[in-house]
């Protein structure tokens, strides 16, 4: 158990719809991350958020948008659905949230299917 | 395109054999880092190498960075069955972690 929680553990939505997955982050940490992993194109960075503040961006559709609350936690949320988005969604935290030779420990993963 | 690749993509050997994953690059990283991804779960961090030429040795695993910080490997000696799993290499940039596409390691009894 990292100590990143991560829900819902699955979801199942249509094309077109709109979903919000969520992270709590390891206590202590100020950092979270997130991931999208998928067959074809393996674990890809989509954002970083340190503190409340965006940190730095990867490949992050513009469909797709985030956030980190006061209290650390992060929702990640994902819009106009298509199919190609099922994927898993991995959040990670960790705790200066400065450099990515941090140790980085990942949550159990949302596991997104687009119908 | 992944920045980082892999090889072999896939790897099946008995127990008590070795093994090694490759992980290249054309692009040099701050440090790399090694995970490994079992099946319904988020990768564990194995190891992270910051230093060309540096070797880092967790019991059987031995894990190797390049001189010119581009490539890595990964050495398994006595592989067991609870070695089995997706091992990721990944490297670091500012605040960035980028993936390769993992080697998936099956150690049959």
């Known amino acids: 158990d990292s100590g990143v929680t991560q829900t819902p553990k699955h979801l199942i939505t249509a094309t077109g719809q709109r979903v919000t997955l969520r992270c709590s982050p390891r206590s202590g940490d100020l950092s979270v991350y997130w991931y999208q992993q998928s067959l074809d194109q393996g674990l890809q960075f989509l954002i970083q958020y340190y503190n409340g503040e965006e940190r730095a961006k990867g490949n992050i559709l513009e469909r797709f948008s985030a956030q980190q609350f006061p209290d650390l936690h992060s929702e990640l949320n994902l819009s106009s659905l298509e199919l190609g988005d099922s994927a898993l969604y991995f959040c990670a935290s960790s705790p200066r949230g400065g450099l990515a030779q941090e140790t980085q420990y990942f949550g159990p993963g949302t596991r997104l299917l687009v119908l | 395109t992944q920045l980082l690749e892999q090889s072999p993509q896939f790897l099946s050997i008995q127990e008590g054999e070795n093994l090694t994953v490759y992980c290249n690059s054309s692009s040099v990283f701050s440090s790399l880092q090694w995970y490994r991804q079992e099946p319904g779960e988020g990768p564990v961090l194995l190891v992270t190498?910051?230093?060309?030429?540096e070797v880092k040795k967790l019991k059987r695993l031995t894990f190797q960075f390049g001189d010119a910080r581009k490539d890595s490997s990964l050495h398994i000696t006595a592989a067991q069955p609870g070695d089995t799993g997706l091992y990721l290499c990944a490297g670091a940039e500012d605040y960035k972690l980028s993936f390769g596409a993992g080697t998936t390691v099956t150690v049959r009894a």
């Open positions: 190498v910051v230093t060309g030429g």
